[in-house]
């Protein structure tokens, strides 16, 4: 099992161009998650999908948006790069949206804006 | 509002016992999750506590005080591989993240 895969790993953008991070997990999870991750900061939840067909805001959702595509995948757009948004972001996902679930971390996409 | 709060940095010995703390200040917590994170890696999970008391697993313990809006992760017989960054995380139907404590071990 290949757990959470991520896609690209690197990334650089111009301010203003758009891009689509893109998630998978093979776990049969029903919950993914997308987070970003400043230098020397936790991680921020962007949006969730608590199942497949349902997404939320999390903390910090202004400038994306997200798509679950099917239970095994969920994207992260980025309509109009802004250096603002030059981070590491991760996916996750676990079984449901609970407390005591364990989340599982894709290995991250480290995202440049110029 | 909701928050953690973290130290920002730790050192100890190899070998040593080191406990890092956790506050919070929110509400709809149902519970403290620990997860690991080294450099340049995905943090993965190391402890949950949804019940007051002390959670073992291994080398490392949890403990959660909901009276008291805190935890400590402790971490015993320190490996130099424990080198990393520990967050604390307040558990609802989403995790709110603390900024992370980043332990050096020393030989």
């Known amino acids: 099992n290949a757990g959470v895969t991520q896609t690209p790993k690197f990334q650089v953008l111009k301010t203003g161009q758009s891009m689509t991070l893109q998630c998978a997990q093979d776990?049969?999870?029903?919950?993914m998650y997308w987070y970003r991750q400043d230098p020397g900061m936790g991680l921020r939840l962007i949006y969730y999908s608590a199942s497949e067909g349902t997404t939320d805001k999390g903390e910090v959702p202004n400038g994306y948006n997200v798509s679950r595509l099917n239970k095994r995948e969920f994207s992260l757009r980025l309509e109009s790069a802004a250096p603002s948004q030059t981070s590491v972001y991760f996916c996750?996902?676990?079984?449901?949206?609970?407390?005591?679930?364990?989340?599982?971390f894709g290995p991250g996409t480290r995202l440049t804006v110029l | 509002g909701q928050s953690l709060e973290q130290p920002s940095e730790v050192t100890a010995v190899e070998g040593a016992i080191v406990q890092i703390n956790c506050t919070y200040q929110?509400?709809?917590?149902?519970?403290l999750s620990w997860y690991q994170q080294h450099d340049g890696g995905a943090p993965t999970f190391l402890s949950y506590?949804?019940?007051?008391g002390l959670e073992e697993t291994g080398r490392f313990s949890s403990f959660l005080s909901r009276s008291d809006s805190y935890g400590y992760l402790l971490l015993q017989e320190l490996q130099m591989k424990d080198s990393a960054s520990y967050f604390c995380a307040g558990s609802s139907y989403k995790l709110i993240f603390g900024s992370g404590t980043r332990l050096l071990v020393r030989p």
């Open positions: 776990m049969n999870h029903n919950s």
């Open positions: 929110t509400s709809g917590f149902y519970g």
């Open positions: 506590n949804g019940l007051d």
């Open positions: 996750a996902s676990s079984l449901l949206v609970d407390p005591h679930d364990e989340q599982f």
